[in-house]
């Protein structure tokens, strides 16, 4: 049995033909797989895997601070947003107002349809005010 020496938390049966096999399942596939197989044999990646993990430690903390913006669902304004929580749709305010007092009480079902109706009436009091002026 052995530790994995990316994360150090699964513990793995070496296999008796693969020597090299140093790494948990899901580190294999989401780390050395996904990003350094084109770059190192499993030899390599092994003998470096210090550094490499310090690069990709410094490369993942520098993707995660580039922000973008987009337009909120609700209100159309636009929010920020990084590669974190780049699944979020709604500004902080529409959040706090529309989703919140409904968190751990609503499916995501029901949570998407509140959106939309919120969506709806800010769009219905958009156009009439509009329609006033």
């Not at 990003?35 to 993990?53: A, C, V």
């Not at 209100?75 to 989703?99: A, I, S």
Request: hydrophobic share 30%; aromatic share 12%.
């Amino acid at each position: 049995m052995r530790t994995c020496q990316w994360c150090q938390l699964e513990t793995i049966k070496e296999p008796a033909s693969k020597s090299w096999f140093f790494l948990c399942n899901k580190c294999f596939h989401e780390i050395y797989a996904d990003y350094y197989r084109s770059i190192f044999t499993p030899e390599e990646f092994r003998r470096n895997i210090d550094i490499i993990k310090s690069i990709h430690e410094i490369h993942e903390k520098k993707k995660n601070e580039i922000e973008f913006t987009k337009p909120c669902y609700i209100c159309g304004e636009d929010f920020t947003y990084n590669n974190e929580n780049k699944f979020k749709t709604l500004c902080n305010d529409c959040y706090k107002e529309h989703c919140l007092p409904f968190r751990g009480k609503v499916t995501s079902a029901e949570m998407a349809e509140i959106i939309n109706k919120a969506k709806k009436t800010r769009e219905e009091a958009s156009n009439t005010l509009l329609v006033e002026k």
